[in-house]
């Protein structure tokens, strides 16, 4: 093979262009069907998307084997099964959903009234309401609901199984109102909030693990009949290697339009997907539901959050509402955790290795060691500021 010949190659196998993508190869690879077989864990199958009883997931999550199992199938239905999961149940005690759903209603209006009411990436403006940075806004506004919220076994679980430990959550309200259309069917973070131009600067194995840094999932805050457009997916979708640059194009978009497939949801109900999965919110035609849901955006330790979070304010805020709920028994020390890694930060990097060097290891302690390690000592709510403090010190340059 001469060298022009080599060189030609190793670029079309690197570099994807404006035009990569066959639509056949496409078809072929998502038009197939979901086998029960292949899937023993799920409690059953519904237009290609594995459905989980959250009872299961949380009595699996306390036996190791059961848990590393589950979590395994997961994986398995996120990379070449149909991409998506709903786990019923997931939210157990939809009273704490309601007050969660009490509180973004609070700081819509609140922004409303500021003027900073928040748009959308894929649908027109005044479609629907959104708060950027839910995560830490419900922390800071109700720290005792936003410790039971997040002390949910499912949420961490699946995020755990996708992302391993140490992952970075973050979250995004968002009320389709009556009238609300639909978004364009599209790919999510990374790589999907390019441009098809500023997709192709990046080298084809990027492409590649763009979708291993992030998992998208979704908590039901309503019942969501299909009448108020709960999520349009197309299963199997992430299996197609190009999909980031080609699913924007005609062809894509018909298919889409005519094949997707779409699941009513109940309250409590979560639904988690790779975030190569073409999909794209409903037309919302119902007359009196505000379709309300909880993104939930979580992020490789490896990886960057889209959102800037800041997570020592939020540790300092939730630390005594979450010491008082683990006294009172109201969560387990396992939920604990679970609060932990949705409000602390679990990774080490970047810092400043002059001032907060590692000290028996590798890493520096994180952020959210250093909360559980105060929880277990029994450190008061002022002495944890201070070390909140102190530590976020050390890490500026």
Same mark, same amino acid.
């Given at each position: 093979?001469?060298?022009?010949?080599?060189?030609?190659?190793?670029?079309?196998?690197?570099?994807?262009?404006?035009?990569?993508?066959?639509?056949?190869?496409?078809?072929?690879?998502?038009?197939?069907?979901?086998?029960?077989?292949?899937?023993?864990?799920?409690?059953?199958?519904?237009?290609?998307?594995?459905?989980?009883?959250?009872?299961?997931?949380?009595?699996?999550?306390?036996?190791?084997?059961?848990?590393?199992?589950?979590?395994?199938?997961?994986?398995?239905?996120?990379?070449?099964?149909?991409?998506?999961?709903?786990?019923?149940?997931?939210?157990?005690?939809?009273?704490?959903?309601?007050?969660?759903?009490?509180?973004?209603?609070?700081?819509?209006?609140?922004?409303?009234?500021?003027?900073?009411?928040?748009?959308?990436?894929?649908?027109?403006?005044?479609?629907?309401?959104?708060?950027?940075?839910?995560?830490?806004?419900?922390?800071?506004?109700?720290?005792?609901?936003?410790?039971?919220?997040?002390?949910?076994?499912?949420?961490?679980?699946?995020?755990?199984?996708?992302?391993?430990?140490?992952?970075?959550?973050?979250?995004?309200?968002?009320?389709?109102?009556?009238?609300?259309?639909?978004?364009?069917?599209?790919?999510?973070?990374?790589?999907?909030?390019?441009?098809?131009?500023?997709?192709?600067?990046?080298?084809?194995?990027?492409?590649?693990?763009?979708?291993?840094?992030?998992?998208?999932?979704?908590?039901?805050?309503?019942?969501?009949?299909?009448?108020?457009?709960?999520?349009?997916?197309?299963?199997?979708?992430?299996?197609?290697?190009?999909?980031?640059?080609?699913?924007?194009?005609?062809?894509?978009?018909?298919?889409?339009?005519?094949?997707?497939?779409?699941?009513?949801?109940?309250?409590?109900?979560?639904?988690?997907?790779?975030?190569?999965?073409?999909?794209?919110?409903?037309?919302?035609?119902?007359?009196?539901?505000?379709?309300?849901?909880?993104?939930?955006?979580?992020?490789?330790?490896?990886?960057?959050?889209?959102?800037?979070?800041?997570?020592?304010?939020?540790?300092?805020?939730?630390?005594?509402?979450?010491?008082? =709920?683990? /006294?009172? $028994?109201?969560?387990?020390?396992?939920? #604990?955790?679970?609060?932990? *890694?949705?409000? @602390?930060?679990?990774? !080490?990097?970047?810092?400043?290795?002059?001032?907060?060097?590692?000290?028996?290891?590798?890493?520096?302690?994180?952020?959210?060691?250093?909360?559980?390690? =105060?929880? /277990?000592? $029994?450190?008061?709510?002022?002495?944890? #500021?201070?070390?909140?403090? *102190?530590?976020? @010190?050390?890490?500026? !340059?």
């Amino acid at each position: 093979m001469d060298t022009q010949t080599l060189a030609s190659r190793r670029s079309q196998k690197v570099w994807l262009s404006a035009d990569c993508g066959n639509f056949d190869t496409f078809k072929s690879l998502i038009e197939k069907t979901a086998n029960p077989g292949d899937w023993p864990l799920a409690a059953g199958i519904e237009k290609n998307i594995l459905i989980y009883d959250g009872n299961k997931v949380r009595a699996a999550a306390e036996n190791e084997e059961d848990r590393r199992a589950l979590m395994a199938e997961w994986v398995e239905a996120f990379t070449s099964g149909p991409g998506i999961i709903v786990i019923k149940n997931a939210m157990p005690d939809t009273a704490v959903v309601d007050r969660a759903t009490s509180v973004f209603e609070a700081i819509v209006c609140e922004e409303k009234e500021k003027g900073k009411g928040a748009g959308d990436h894929f649908a027109k403006p005044g479609a629907n309401d959104r708060i950027w940075n839910a995560l830490e806004k419900h922390c800071l506004a109700d720290p005792e609901n936003f410790a039971s919220y997040y002390a949910s076994t499912a949420v961490a679980l699946v995020s755990e199984a996708w992302l391993g430990v140490g992952y970075q959550m973050t979250a995004q309200m968002n009320r389709v109102n009556p009238g609300g259309t639909a978004q364009k069917p599209h790919r999510d973070y990374h790589l999907g909030f390019m441009s098809p131009q500023q997709m192709q600067a990046y080298p084809g194995h990027i492409h590649a693990v763009s979708p291993l840094l992030t998992l998208q999932g979704a908590v039901a805050h309503c019942d969501m009949p299909l009448e108020s457009g709960p999520t349009l997916f197309q299963p199997y979708s992430q299996t197609f290697f190009e999909g980031y640059i080609a699913f924007g194009r005609p062809e894509f978009q018909a298919y889409f339009a005519e094949h997707h497939v779409q699941l009513a949801l109940k309250k409590g109900d979560a639904v988690f997907f790779n975030p190569a999965v073409m999909h794209g919110a409903g037309n919302n035609v119902s007359k009196d539901i505000y379709r309300m849901a909880n993104l939930l955006q979580v992020s490789s330790a490896f990886g960057r959050a889209m959102e800037s979070v800041n997570r020592s304010r939020m540790s300092i805020t939730v630390y005594p509402a979450l010491v008082a =709920a683990l /006294d009172t $028994g109201t969560i387990s020390r396992a939920e #604990a955790a679970n609060v932990i *890694a949705s409000s @602390a930060e679990g990774y !080490a990097f970047p810092t400043n290795l002059d001032s907060d060097p590692p000290v028996g290891g590798l890493a520096p302690k994180t952020q959210a060691r250093i909360m559980a390690e =105060a929880i /277990d000592a $029994g450190i008061d709510a002022a002495r944890f #500021a201070e070390l909140i403090a *102190a530590h976020a @010190a050390r890490r500026e !340059a």
